[in-house]
C-alpha cells in the first residue's frame, strides 16, 4: 500500500552540487577553529569530532556565495557558529544566545526553509501525506507530528489536508516552538499544539494514520526505544514517515553541533561522530522494531523514509 504514496522525484544535479561546495567550505573552515583544553563534558564529543575534520580542499566564501547564492542562510548561521564555537564549548557561551540571538528563531529557520534540499524533502513528505489521505477519503485522518520545530515541514503539509476531515497535533519538546507554531498557524482551526518528548510519550495518545518526524528521531537517547514508542502511538493501519539526513555533514556538525541536544545518543548505531543513521541502519532497526513494508526515497545523504506499523507479534 505505502508504494503508491512514494512517488518519484527528480533528483537535482544543482543541489547536489551545492552541498558538496558547502561540505568542502565547511571541512576547510573547521581547521581554524582552536580546541580549548576546559571542553565541557558535554561536548566532548563534537571536540572529537570537530578533529576528526580533513580539509578537503579550498573554496573561498566569495566563490561559494557567487556560484550558490542559496547557501547564503548557511554560511549566515556558520559564520555564527563558528565566530563562537571555542567559546560555547568551554561554556562562557550560551549555544542559544548563538543559534537564536535575542530568542529569534530566524537564522535556523532560514536553514530550514529556504534550503532547496529541505524544500525538496519537506514538498515531499506533503505530497506522501496528501496521496495517503487521498486514499483513505472520507474518513477522519490524524496526524501527529514529533519535533516540528520552526514548523518547516508543517507549513508544508497543512495546505494539502482536507480541513474537514483532519485532525492535526503540532508537538515538540519546547515551549518556545509549540507557542511559535501558535502563533504561524492559526488560520488551521484543525491543528492542536502540545509539548511532547518521543522518549517519555503520554501513555493515553494514540490511534494515529500518521507519524511525522523530520530531523527530530536522532535527537534520542536510544533510537530502537524511540521506535517503539512511536509504534504504540500509531493506528493498526498507521504509518510512520521519518525525513532524515542519512550522511555525515560537516555542516550539522559545526552549527547544530554546538547544541548539548545534538550529542545525547547513547546507543552504538549511528555514523561516526554524529548523531545520524544511515538508510540501511534505519531499517535494520524499524524491522528490528517490528514495522512493517519500509520503502524510502532520496539519496545517500539524505532520505525519507515510510513504513507501516505492521503487525504485532
Ligand atoms: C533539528 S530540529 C527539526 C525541526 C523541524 N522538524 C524541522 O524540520 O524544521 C529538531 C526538533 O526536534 C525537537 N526534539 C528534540 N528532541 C526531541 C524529543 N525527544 N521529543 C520531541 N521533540 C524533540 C527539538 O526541540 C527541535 O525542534
Given at each position: 500500500m505505502i508504494e503508491s504514496i512514494v512517488q518519484i522525484y527528480e533528483e537535482s544535479t544543482r543541489r547536489d552540487r551545492a552541498n558538496r561546495a558547502l561540505e568542502t567550505y565547511c571541512s576547510c573552515s573547521?581547521?581554524?577553529?582552536?580546541?580549548?583544553?576546559?571542553?565541557?563534558p558535554q561536548y566532548q564529543k563534537l571536540a572529537e569530532a570537530i578533529r576528526h575534520i580533513e580539509s578537503a580542499g579550498e573554496v573561498s566564501r566569495d566563490r561559494l556565495l557567487q556560484e550558490f547564492p542559496e547557501l547564503a542562510p548557511h554560511v549566515r548561521l556558520l559564520d555564527q557558529c563558528l565566530a563562537n564555537c571555542e567559546d560555547i564549548m568551554t561554556g562562557k557561551k550560551d549555544h542559544l544566545s548563538v543559534?537564536?540571538?535575542?530568542?529569534?528563531?530566524e537564522l535556523v529557520a532560514d536553514i530550514y526553509q529556504h534550503d532547496p534540499a529541505s524544500d525538496y524533502f519537506n514538498g515531499a513528505v506533503a505530497k506522501m501525506i496528501s496521496n495517503l489521505q487521498r486514499e483513505r477519503q472520507g474518513q477522519m485522518f490524524r496526524i501527529l507530528e514529533l519535533g516540528a520545530g520552526t514548523g518547516s515541514t508543517t507549513k508544508n503539509v497543512l495546505p494539502l489536508l482536507d480541513p474537514q476531515n483532519s485532525r492535526y497535533t503540532f508537538t515538540d519538546l519546547s515551549l518556545g516552538f509549540t507557542n511559535h507554531g501558535r502563533r504561524i498557524f492559526k488560520q488551521y482551526p484543525f491543528v492542536e499544539f502540545r509539548i511532547l518528548n518521543i522518549e517519555q510519550p503520554p501513555p493515553e495518545l494514540g490511534g494515529f494514520d500518521v507519524v511525522l518526524a523530520t530531523n527530530v528521531l536522532h535527537a534520542t537517547h536510544f533510537i530502537s526505544t524511540t521506535l517503539r514508542n512511536i509504534r504504540k502511538l500509531l493506528a493498526d493501519d498507521g504509518v510512520l514517515i521519518i525525513s532524515e539526513v542519512t550522511k555525515l555533514q560537516h555542516f550539522a556538525t559545526l552549527t547544530f553541533g554546538l547544541t548539548a541536544g545534538w550529542w545525547l545518543h547513547e546507543d552504538s548505531c549511528r555514523i561516526q561522530y554524529s548523531p545520524l543513521l544511515s538508510g540501511e541502519t534505519w531499517k535494520r532497526l524499524l524491522k528490528e522494531s517490528s514495522y512493517g513494508t519500509i520503502v524510502t526515497h532520496g539519496t545517500e545523504r539524505q532520505q525519507v523514509i515510510v513504513c507501516e506499523r505492521g503487525r504485532d507479534t
Open positions: 573547521a581547521q581554524t577553529i582552536k580546541i580549548p583544553r576546559d571542553v565541557l543559534l537564536f540571538p535575542e530568542g529569534s528563531l
